[in-house]
Nanobody, 114 residues
Framework: QVQLVESGGGLVQAGGSLRLSCAASGSMFIINTMGWYRQAPGKQRELVALITSGGSTNYADSVKGRFTISRGNAKNTVYLQMNSLKPEDTAVYYC????????WGQGTQVTVSS
């Protein structure tokens, strides 16, 4: 019943920036934890960042200092500001919402060229 809609992926050069957006619909409650995972070809899906409704954040070591996760004024929205992008950031990025079950967006491709 919960659906996540993502936008903002694309192709950028190394050192560039992208901002990913995700909006959850269908939940009667504020979603406590939302975040982003990514999956590169041939690799496991990995955590990028999580944020709670109270603003607590958790980042993968590989993106600390470069990526910033935030919640929108509508609590069931989440953003990922990605700066200083590197080719190794290339992956499909998935928005997630943690409820009684985990919900996932469709994924958005981020490609960073060198």
């Amino acid at each position: 019943q919960v659906q996540l809609v993502e936008s903002g992926g694309g192709l950028v050069q190394a050192g560039g920036s992208l901002r990913l957006s995700c909006a959850a619909s269908g939940s009667m409650f504020i979603i406590n934890t939302m975040g982003w995972y990514r999956q590169a070809p041939g690799k496991q899906r990995e955590l990028v960042a999580l944020i709670t409704s109270g603003g607590s954040t958790n980042y993968a070591d590989s993106v600390k200092g470069r990526f910033t996760i935030s919640r929108g004024n509508a609590k069931n929205t989440v953003y990922l500001q990605m700066n200083s992008l590197k080719p190794e950031d290339t992956a499909v990025y998935y928005c997630t919402a943690r409820l009684s079950s985990n919900y996932w967006g469709q994924g958005t491709q981020v490609t960073v060229s060198s």
